[in-house]
């Protein structure tokens, strides 16, 4: 077995090849994340990457999008990750696109220039969890960065031209911070305008301090109309003027919705409202214990 379970990637890179060049996250302190809690974090040496790269050339014949994983393969040092994508690039030269997790501190640590650099040699996506725009929330996630570090992180990827697809969580300020988390999570997709918004809903999982948070009445998680309710402000507060693919149709969504910012924008309310009026979601009960 040539990769360290678990495995995560984003959906949309389901028919990548997946080159797992670091184990685990660099940060790995959110309180609602236990994605890699059981690694280590590793950066691989690149003799050990070059290896990997060999070994999946032997085993398909055309890669047209490879993801590097794990959870923030822009950590790698600049010189090094140059290095990799060039031996990507004479190793599979028919290979359109690469993409990776890039945390906002990584991706600060860039100057746009470095950025320039490794779209030049064939990084096509950052995808860059944002989680929140409210600094109150990302605080008590302990995201790590406050919502004007997110803001120049991502202007940063857009600067140098490599697609921004970014994530944000509903749910994630508890009944407490709902109004604030969907406004000023708005406030900050508009202020950003990426070209990819992703929204999932919390989901309180074992091993993470939301979870014994919730356990011990310290979080009180939505119900599944209030989760909608919340998304429907964030909605109404995004502003942007050029365009941002919308989905919310993650696993952990109630109802799926797409569209396209800031075009469809008044479906997505009317499409929310049919959902709030009709009951179509799954339960009343609090999402949780
Ligand atoms: S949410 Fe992302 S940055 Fe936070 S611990 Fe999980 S993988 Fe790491």
Redesign the pocket.
């Known amino acids: 077995m040539l990769y360290d379970m678990p495995l995560?990637r984003p959906p949309s890179e389901a028919y990548s090849l997946i080159i797992q060049v670091t184990l685990g996250?660099?940060?790995?302190?959110?309180s609602?994340?236990?994605?890699?809690k059981s690694k280590k974090f590793t950066i691989k040496s690149l003799e050990q990457i070059k290896e990997e790269i060999d070994y999946f050339r032997k085993q398909y014949s055309n890669v047209e999008k490879i993801f590097l994983a794990d959870?923030?393969a822009l950590i790698i040092q600049t010189e090094k990750l140059k290095e990799i994508f060039k031996y990507i690039k004479f190793k599979f030269p028919e290979c359109e696109r690469i993409s990776l997790?890039g945390?906002p501190k990584s991706i600060l640590r860039k100057s746009v220039e470095e950025l320039k650099e490794f779209k030049e040699l064939g990084l096509y996506m950052i995808y860059m969890?944002i989680?929140s725009g409210d600094n109150f929330v990302l605080q008590s996630i302990k995201?790590?960065c406050n919502s004007d570090e997110l803001l120049e992180a991502a202007l940063k990827v857009k600067e140098s031209n490599i697609v921004l697809s970014t994530t944000v969580i509903a749910g994630l300020g508890g009944v407490e911070k709902s109004k604030n988390h969907a406004i000023n999570t708005g406030i900050l997709i508009s202020k950003i305008n990426p070209d990819f918004l992703g929204v999932l809903t919390l989901m309180l999982e074992e091993n993470t301090e939301l979870y014994e948070k919730n356990k011990t009445g310290h979080f009180k998680p939505l119900s599944d109309k209030e989760i909608l309710e919340e998304i429907k402000e964030l909605v109404k507060n995004i502003d942007v003027k050029k365009k941002c693919v919308f989905r919310s149709n993650h696993a952990s969504n109630y109802i799926s919705l797409k569209g396209v910012l800031p075009k469809n924008k008044e479906n997505l309310i009317r499409d929310i409202n049919v959902s709030i009026k009709n009951n179509y979601f799954k339960s009343e009960n609090l999402r949780g214990l």
């Open positions: 995560y996250c660099s940060h790995n302190k959110c609602f994340c236990s994605m890699y959870g923030d997790y945390s969890g989680e995201k790590g």
